[in-house]
């Protein structure tokens, strides 16, 4: 369990000098002298109009991913009706909501700002973000490595504005840029003209929209500094630093992942912490697994969570396969540097379901094989380019079409999803849920048909009166799913045992299972977490794990003999009789 005092290890003297370090070793001498300066400035005037409130994340912190217009109803802005739809449905299981860029936006649904300190109209206002602040801990997005062309900050950056030059990443197009590393098809460079007609060829990470910033200008890092603590400010109890990565270019390098952006990502926790030391960073880094855990630093002083990307995929692809060895293998591997951290385990998001995590875990074939899975069920892939050749680089598909074929009977389909939800309730860490998996949302065609993007399939946005209805109905998909969904959430919230910083271990039964063990922080408790993958049923021999009697705490079936059968996709969470029974 993590305690704000452990956030705070510092003292107010020490973590200036952490933040000085940090811009010594990012910025030449007078830079790094000025960018301190405004930093003690920026941080002095937040401490002053921020009160910090303490917070320990446990079991009972489940996040919530939507859009802010996710849901909508005539009369009320959007942000109304997403928290009148929480304090009617969730406001009893789910304590916290990400709600993806709410900031006025030009495309991506929201990932190419405009202003990020504004909220965009057709959505709401702050006044209705206070409000849903009130009864859920919020995370919100900080879109920071690049911003929308049609930004005042871009447009005065080509108005050669002498406040905003040097703002944006500006290069030669004559230079080598192969060594690259891209998540998309597109150029690297995108060219835009200035206003005085000269050629700006601007680095576009993700699309000629979005327009990447220039963080070797220190002035750069100010202003979106004061952007995260606006954010704090505004009541953000966690921060996700989306796209990261990317944050730092040096030609002839890769251009992820550099030890600047390490750096960035530690000035920018302790900046924040200076100010409000609970506040949660999560650094979004849709990468090889190896490459995406490094963001964990050394355990205290980069991000206290983590996606974890390689989930989702290995996920789908072990219950396709009704096997659970390359999942289980993976798992056992997994380590976390200090008490101090955790992943944030999700399957699906306003993104699709990411593959280059998985890059080094499933071979070729295995690959291709939930590619193709994706695509026979009415899916679509999307590609980045890799030296001269396009390679898979996300799924995108409504993750419960992943899982089964939408003409499969509903009862199958409803089996693998809850299957693959009560594996992210129970690993490690805390589970983030995407509103369309918990409302048991399918592939939407017609958005992909209206934006030509593959990512609008699983951005559908919901008419309240519809949803309603539809989660009232009985046998319908939505409504058992959500109903079971609910189910395990509340089962989990309530179990010590599943804290996320809880002691855990991943158990190997048979290529069926899918097995972790958790432990309560005094390790007189545990709960088994079983998990069959299979459409048929499976033995089960926990006599080298447990010696003792067994309940299973969604079920209640008492269990008394360490071998027994599971059912087809069944999921036991098991625990000791005797602590039930007290």
């Not at 809850?418 to 958005?447: D, K, R, T, W």
């Not at 899918?514 to 408790?525: C, L, N, Q």
Request: proline fraction near 4%; charged fraction near 25%.
């Amino acid at each position: 369990m993590v305690a704000t005092e452990q956030y705070n290890q510092y003292s107010n003297e020490e973590r200036l000098g952490l933040i000085k370090a940090s811009l010594d070793s990012i910025y030449n001498k007078e830079d790094a002298s000025l960018a301190y300066d405004s930093v003690c400035r920026l941080i002095e005037g937040y401490q002053k109009k921020i009160l910090s409130q303490p917070y320990v994340l446990s079991e009972k912190d489940v996040i919530l991913i939507t859009y802010g217009d996710q849901i909508f109803h005539e009369g009320e802005t959007a942000l109304a009706t997403l928290s009148r739809f929480l304090d009617e449905y969730v406001q009893d299981c789910i304590n916290s909501v990400h709600i993806l860029p709410f900031y006025p936006y030009s495309s991506d649904d929201g990932f190419s700002i405009v202003d990020y300190k504004g909220v965009c109209p057709l959505k709401g206002s702050w006044r209705d973000i206070q409000t849903l602040s009130q009864n859920h801990r919020l995370m919100f997005d900080g879109v920071i490595n690049h911003m929308s062309q049609l930004s005042p900050w871009f447009e005065k950056f080509l108005a050669n504005d002498p406040e905003y030059y040097n703002f944006f990443t500006e290069l030669d197009p004559s230079l080598d840029l192969t060594a690259v590393v891209r998540p998309r098809t597109t150029p690297v460079l995108t060219e835009f003209t200035d206003d005085e007609g000269k050629m700006r060829n601007i680095w576009t990470t993700f699309s000629a929209d979005q327009v990447d910033l220039n963080y070797a200008n220190y002035k750069v890092l100010i202003k979106l500094l004061d952007v995260l603590l606006f954010y704090v400010e505004k009541g953000a109890s966690l921060l996700r630093l989306d796209a990261i990565a990317f944050i730092w270019k040096e030609i002839g390098t890769t251009c992820v992942h550099l030890p600047q952006t390490h750096e960035l990502i530690q000035l920018m926790r302790e900046v924040i912490h200076a100010v409000a030391p609970e506040v949660i960073i999560i650094t979004e880094t849709n990468v090889p697994h190896d490459e995406n855990i490094s963001y964990f630093g050394k355990g205290d002083d980069e991000a206290q969570m983590v996606y974890n990307f390689a989930l989702p995929p290995l996920l789908a692809f072990s219950i396709l396969e009704g096997n659970t060895t390359k999942l289980t293998a993976w798992a056992e591997s997994l380590e976390l540097p200090s008490d101090k951290v955790c992943f944030f385990n999700f399957t699906a998001s306003h993104d699709g379901v990411g593959v280059r995590a998985v890059s080094e875990i499933l071979d070729t074939k295995e690959l291709n094989f939930l590619v193709d899975s994706c695509e026979a069920h009415g899916g679509l892939v999307s590609y980045r380019t890799v030296g001269e050749e396009k390679s898979p680089y996300e799924l995108n598909c409504s993750y419960i079409d992943i899982l089964t074929d939408p003409k499969e009977e509903d009862t199958l389909r409803l089996k693998r999803m809850i299957l693959s939800q009560a594996v992210v309730l129970a690993m490690p860490g805390v589970p983030g849920i995407y509103f369309h998996s918990l409302v048991g949302s399918q592939s939407y065609y017609e958005a992909v048909r209206k934006t030509r993007r593959n990512r609008t399939i699983n951005r559908e946005k919901l008419n309240f009166d519809n949803i309603k209805e539809a989660l009232e109905e009985e046998g319908s998909l939505r409504k058992t799913l959500f109903k079971r969904y609910k189910q395990l959430i509340s089962i989990r919230i309530n179990e010590p045992c599943f804290d996320p910083f809880s002691k855990f271990e991943f158990l190997t039964l048979s290529k069926e299972i899918f097995a972790v063990k958790h432990y309560d922080k005094e390790g007189s408790e545990y709960i088994v977490a079983l998990h069959n993958f299979r459409n048929e049923e499976v033995e089960v021999d926990l006599s080298s794990y447990v010696d003792e009697p067994l309940r299973d705490i969604i079920s209640h079936q008492v269990f008394d003999k360490a071998l027994f059968t599971m059912q087809p996709y069944d999921i036991l969470w098991l625990k000791k009789l005797n602590i039930l029974q007290n």
